[in-house]
């Protein structure tokens, strides 16, 4: 079974411009999930998908924004980069909306640089 | 305001010894609680988790406990291998009406095993 697999591995865009990055889960899998991973912070939650529906966010101004198609492949769009924004994206999927009993399995991630 | 911390950035422990990762968090509605484990240019891979009913769960050589009261939790990791080592984060989940994903994550410890 594919893994969980997101595109690019790596950007370089520049302050203003705008990005969408994209995830596609593993099969059978509904529930998507972004997280930003900058050093120091951890992970922190973005937002996340079931059934095409934004089911959670998390507390990142209305740059960053999301959707769902119905194969449940998901993308994330960031309008007008801030140099902060620079940090690996992850996508996790997991095939309910609860993390009990499915843990989320987790993409390589995308690596943005905002310059 | 970081719910999850992990307070100790890295760690390093002697091949065949034992590790002891700890997690503190702050959130008394958190009731299920996970470690990942991640490589460079990986994404996160599920590790063990612990739901709050128990205070002990064991998988092979790690095992994680949970201490309600003191809202503290721990990774032990016996024996360490030099394959273990990599950074380790600690995640937490908020039981949620509509039951959607939302981890909270600490800033992880970076383990290094040495030979």
């Known amino acids: 079974k594919a893994g969980v697999t997101q595109t690019p591995r790596y950007l370089i865009k520049t302050r203003g411009q705008q990005v969408t990055l994209s995830c596609s889960p593993i099969?059978?899998?509904?529930?998507v999930s972004w997280y930003q991973q900058t050093p120091g912070q951890g992970l922190q939650f973005l937002f996340e998908?079931?059934?095409?529906?934004?089911?959670n966010k998390g507390n990142f101004p209305g740059r960053f924004s999301g959707r769902q198609f119905s194969n449940s492949r998901s993308e994330m769009n960031v309008s007008t980069l801030e140099l902060g924004d620079s940090a690996l994206y992850l996508c996790?999927?997991?095939?309910?909306?609860?993390?009990?009993?499915?843990?989320?399995?987790f993409g390589n991630g995308t690596r943005l640089t905002v310059t | 305001d970081q719910q999850v911390k992990q307070n100790s950035p890295s760690l390093s422990v002697q091949e065949g010894r034992i590790s002891i990762l700890n997690c503190d968090y702050t959130?008394?509605?958190?009731?299920?609680f996970l470690w990942y484990k991640k490589y460079p240019a990986e994404g996160p891979t599920f590790l063990i988790s612990?739901?709050?009913?128990?205070d002990k769960n064991e998988d092979g050589r790690f095992t994680v406990f949970l201490n309600k009261s003191a809202k503290h939790l721990s990774l032990h990791i016996v024996p360490s291998q030099p394959g273990d080592s990599a950074v380790y984060f600690c995640?937490?989940?908020?039981?949620?009406?509509?039951?959607?994903?939302?981890?909270?994550f600490g800033q992880g410890t970076r383990l290094t095993i040495n030979p």
């Open positions: 996790a999927s997991s095939p309910t909306q609860s993390s009990y009993n499915s843990p989320l399995h």
């Open positions: 099969s059978g899998h509904r529930s």
């Open positions: 998908y079931f059934s095409e529906t934004q089911r």
């Open positions: 959130n008394s509605m958190f009731d299920y």
């Open positions: 612990i739901s709050s009913i128990k």
């Open positions: 995640a937490a989940s908020p039981f949620l009406i509509q039951g959607a994903q939302k981890l909270v």
